[in-house]
């Protein structure tokens, strides 16, 4: 039961929220010290916070030693490979989290987790069309996620294949509405749906969403970023480049994906960006 509690915290992309996670995991480990499931939730809420949120090397630390854990606890648990793929993301070690995430499809093909973590990390090596495959995978194991779908449209983006890119687009758009009419303050689905919109020329629908997104959370790195990129695609270079700077400011510390996220490009020339660039480490 904690357990579940935890991994439902995993999902809106918070601080808070991977907070209350971490500490619903360690609840179950208080009842049950050799649960590897949970050590695993622990792995990926620190990954998370680190890529997200808090870009500390304690953070890195914590991912690691957690999964860690969790595969030796149980060598044969699937989630506990894609965790510890995850936390081999983070710590720029891509051979070993392939290597982990392979295992984890290997031991349970049915997992979204893997599929899904392994297409974040071939996009950040600017690998695109293995990231595509990866994100393809995920949505054939859970069709109702709206997540795989934005990105293979972002990496169809990045490859320069416009047409298959707004096919994707206006399909993952479908999805993030029917989620938003269901869930209409999951903040995630707004920011993510602000820049579906934007992407297919739909600006005023895409900062409606974008400002919704931004008034619920107006610290957290991961909002403060996505609405960045949505003024950048609108053109407000200033606006884009001050979200950044907060997101940054606030702990966003994923550099391979600010390196690789097509919805930054009209931002690339500024010297603004390439300083902020250099201060990532």
Avoid at 78 to 102: K, N, P, Q, T, V
Avoid at 177 to 194: E, F, I, K, S
Avoid at 196 to 217: C, M, S, T, W, Y
Wanted: proline letters at 3%.
């Amino acid at each position: 039961d904690y357990y579940l509690r935890g991994r439902s915290y995993m999902y809106t992309m918070t601080r808070r929220d991977y907070e209350c996670a971490i500490r619903m995991f360690e609840q179950a480990i208080m009842i049950d010290d050799k649960y590897a499931l949970a050590y695993a939730g622990i792995g990926d809420a620190y990954s998370h916070l680190y890529r997200y949120a808090e870009a500390t090397q304690e953070n890195v630390r914590k991912a690691v030693e957690a999964s860690e854990k969790a595969v030796a606890l149980d060598p044969d648990s699937a989630e506990a490979r894609a965790s510890h793929g995850l936390a081999m993301f983070i710590s720029d070690d891509y051979a070993a989290a392939e290597r982990e995430f392979s295992r984890a499809i290997e031991l349970n093909p049915n997992l979204w987790e893997p599929y899904y973590y392994f297409g974040l990390a071939w996009s950040s090596k600017g690998e695109f069309q293995k990231a595509i495959e990866m994100y393809k995978k995920a949505m054939e194991v859970n069709p109702a996620d709206y997540q795989a779908p934005i990105f293979i449209a972002q990496s169809y983006a990045s490859l320069g294949r416009k047409h298959d890119e707004m096919k994707a687009r206006l399909a993952s758009l479908e999805q993030i509405q029917r989620h938003l009419d269901m869930n209409p303050h999951d903040t995630r689905a707004l920011y993510v749906g602000a820049n579906q919109f934007a992407n297919v020329g739909e600006f005023a629908k895409a900062q409606e969403l974008a400002e919704r997104a931004l008034g619920r959370d107006q610290e957290e790195p991961v909002v403060l970023y996505n609405v960045a990129c949505f003024y950048a695609m609108k053109g407000d270079t200033d606006r884009a480049m001050e979200l950044l700077e907060r997101a940054v400011k606030n702990g966003w510390g994923d550099k391979a994906w600010l390196e690789t996220d097509p919805d930054l490009d009209s931002l690339r020339e500024d010297g603004r960006f390439q300083a902020l660039m250099e201060r990532i480490h």
